[in-house]
């Protein structure tokens, strides 16, 4: 397999339009995570999926941010319309979450990130 | 509450042993993880434990669980300049009951010659 595919790698748009990330997860993995890191927050979990459907968007910023999963091969981030201060790296990880509920161990598997600048 | 705390820069001679610490505040945690993140790529699972262990070790890293503090610790013995890294300390919060990783904002570790 070749890892979680994201892109594009590089993003530069100007203030105000709409930039849709977009992400491949490893296949057979059912759980989608998108990340943004950022020098002065660190890595921050934006939403997570399982098995397509969103369990936690309390990390998404606000509105101008939504995602989607609509099979388990592929994701996007849109973020409309975009904002100086939304510059950060944005990372996608998969994982396929094994053991019993209450125990559940998960590696996560890191896209290589796509870099946005909003200028 | 979900939080993991990690101290943000860690500068070691190469040949020495490095320690890098972290604080969780989820007693519910059952795993707990460590991972590497090399300049310009995504993180990488380094290793990781399970709560009612109280060390791990693996090759040159050892990781330390102090459950009662709530603290865990990774040490690479011996470190490399190609140790050179971001390293995040990782848990999944809430019993365990979903897949959902938080992370520490990262320790960056600068090894000098």
């Known amino acids: 397999d070749a890892g979680v595919i994201q892109s594009p790698r590089h993003e530069v748009t100007e203030m105000g339009q709409e930039v849709t990330l977009r992400c491949k997860p490893i296949s057979g993995h059912n759980s989608l995570f998108w990340y943004r890191q950022t020098m002065m927050r660190g890595l921050e979990l934006l939403i997570y999926?399982?098995?397509?459907?969103?369990?936690?968007d309390s990390g998404m910023p606000e509105d101008r941010f939504s995602a989607k999963m609509p099979n388990a091969s592929f994701s996007t981030l849109k973020i409309q319309p975009s904002e100086p201060r939304d510059s950060a790296v944005y990372f996608c990880?998969?994982?396929?979450?094994?053991?019993?509920?209450?125990?559940?161990?998960?590696?996560?598997?890191f896209g290589q990130g796509t870099r946005l600048t909003v200028v | 509450g979900e939080d993991v705390e990690q101290s943000l820069f860690l500068s070691v001679r190469e040949g020495d042993s490095s320690v890098i610490n972290c604080t969780y505040t989820d007693s519910s945690s059952t795993y707990l993880y460590w991972y590497k993140q090399e300049p310009g790529a995504g993180l990488q699972l380094l290793t990781y434990?399970?709560?009612?262990?109280d060390m791990k070790q693996d090759q040159r890293l050892t990781v330390l669980l102090n459950k009662k503090d709530k603290h865990l610790s990774l040490r690479i013995a011996d470190t490399q300049t190609g140790d050179s890294a971001i390293y995040f300390c990782?848990?999944?919060?809430?019993?365990?009951?979903?897949?959902?990783?938080?992370f520490g904002q990262g320790t960056t570790l600068q090894v000098k010659p």
């Open positions: 990880a998969s994982s396929q979450e094994s053991g019993a509920r209450g125990y559940r161990n998960t590696e996560a598997f």
């Open positions: 990782a848990e999944i919060p809430g019993s365990g009951n979903t897949g959902k990783l938080i």
């Open positions: 999926f399982n098995n397509n459907v969103p369990i936690d």
């Open positions: 434990i399970f709560s009612n262990m």
